[in-house]
């Protein structure tokens, strides 16, 4: 199959307005045409998934290199068994508990952004404000600040999150890119709608980019009836706007160094991360309602509490899709007997251009389930495989979970904590 004019043309016209950011586009057209090169070669004697794997780390590098949204797309596609092989979501998952590789943004140009948001003389509210960053991304940059007035919000230090200045013009870019992309390589996966997918992994970038959005989320994450084991950061309105978002400082350690420093399971942590493990799936399993980024990163240990910090993403499920995931999981995973695959799959809203293939799913399960040397997490990506292998597309509901449930399985390999054991409890509590 080859390229239209009038296709290439319009990419063309696109790579256009993104001249300023060419060489780290120019990086990602080479690195595309090495892996058409590993696919094509005759030379050596690779297997199919042997290229995959060599092409997959490549890419995945590349997407480390450019950062910004290149290292959403891979985090994105990770969660996608249903659209790459196996090869790839094991390479984009390495990026899962990264941010972008860059330098400090200088507070000179941040400054800017304070005094926009908070006037000239805004300094003279603070007690004190750490000019060195605590936390850097590619979005934003985190500083540790204490009010004059702290007393009346009784809040101590605060974590002061400021997006980094043009940080904009840089996600937009990179949306032109992948939509360029996406035009280029749709005509060789007509199953799939590819332009849908970048739009969708676009579109949930740039939310992060309005700290609003975020400050909204904790709002909604927070202010739920029950009480949470789950604890979130107290935010200050009146200091918060789309591009600063203010909220209290946790003194603790995060989930990540914590694994990094192998002080997992110690007599302490252990409790904890289990009960992070825990609560993160009664939060989709029973409330529906779910942190839909809970990478190490992104969790703190303090006071004996687990904390949950970037909201940037929330996952929301009706209970239509909670009950109807979660009877899937368990047929999955054989906690329940299904007689009717076919229908199982097609009210989760799973597609496929033949529903008879449902069945052949479901008589792989059954064979899994007959298996007792593998675990769950072993099942499920046997299950992805073949889902992907018969190109079925998975709803967008059960890939936001499936992102959560990935991200901690990948945690129970540090912990001496069973995930079957950790499922089955958030079942009863269902």
């Known amino acids: ?46 297997s199919l998934p042997d290229k995959h794997a060599e092409a997959a780390q490549i890419i995945a590098n590349v997407c480390r290199q450019n950062g910004a949204m290149w290292i959403k797309v891979a985090q994105y596609l990770s969660c996608r068994p249903d659209i790459l092989p196996l090869e790839y979501v094991q390479a984009f998952s390495e990026l899962q508990t990264l941010t972008a590789s860059h330098d400090t943004c200088p507070f000179d140009e941040v400054n800017k952004v304070l005094i926009n948001k908070w006037g000239k003389h805004w300094e003279n509210s603070f007690k004190s404000f750490e000019l060195i960053p605590m936390a850097s991304g590619s979005i934003a940059q985190v500083y540790k600040a204490e ?13 002061v999150k400021v997006r980094v200045p043009h940080v904009e013009k840089l996600y937009e870019q990179d949306a032109i890119v992948l939509r360029a992309i996406a035009k280029c390589i749709e005509p060789f996966y007509k199953e799939f709608d590819v332009p849908a997918i970048i739009s969708e992994i676009i579109e949930t970038t740039l939310d992060e980019l309005d700290f609003n959005i975020e400050a909204k ?85 303090a006071h004996d509490m687990v904390y949950l910090i970037d909201f ?42 033949n529903s008879e293939i449902f069945e052949r799913v479901g008589a792989l399960i059954h064979d899994l389930h007959e298996n007792s040397d593998l675990d769950i997490t072993a099942r499920l990506e046997t ?24 991200l901690l399985s990948g945690l129970f390999y540090s912990a001496d904590i069973s995930f079957e054991d950790i499922f089955v409890e958030s079942l009863k509590a269902a």
């Not at 995931?325 to 009717?340: E, R």
Request: hydrophobic share 40%; with cysteine.
């Open 1 to 46: 199959m080859k390229l239209s004019w009038q296709l290439l043309s319009s990419v063309i016209n696109d790579l256009g307005k993104v001249y300023d950011g060419r060489t780290r586009y120019l990086r990602l057209f080479n690195v595309l045409r090495k892996c058409e090169r590993i696919y094509r070669s005759k030379k050596t004697r690779k």
């Open 147 to 159: 009010l004059l007035s702290s007393d009346q919000n009784q809040i101590g230090h605060l974590a």
């Open 217 to 301: 989320n904790i709002k909604l994450y927070s202010n739920r009836a029950d009480v949470r084991l789950l604890k979130v950061p107290q935010i200050l309105d009146d200091l918060s706007c789309d591009s600063i978002l203010c909220t209290e400082w946790i003194d603790g350690e995060t989930l990540k160094n914590i694994i990094k420093s192998k002080c997992v399971n110690t007599p302490q942590n252990l409790p904890l991360v289990r009960q992070f493990a825990l609560e993160m799936l009664k939060d989709i399993f029973i409330h529906g309602q779910y942190h839909g980024d809970p990478h190490p990163g992104n969790v703190l240990f």
């Open 312 to 353: 940037g993403l929330m996952g929301e499920l009706t209970d239509k899709q909670r009950t109807t995931y979660l009877f899937l999981l368990m047929a999955m995973t054989g906690k329940v007997v299904v007689n009717n695959y076919k229908d199982l799959f097609k009210n989760a809203g799973f597609a496929a251009e």
């Open 383 to 406: 299950i992805m495989e073949a889902l992907r292998e018969n190109k079925v597309i998975l709803p967008q509901g059960f890939v936001g979970i499936l992102r959560v449930i990935l």
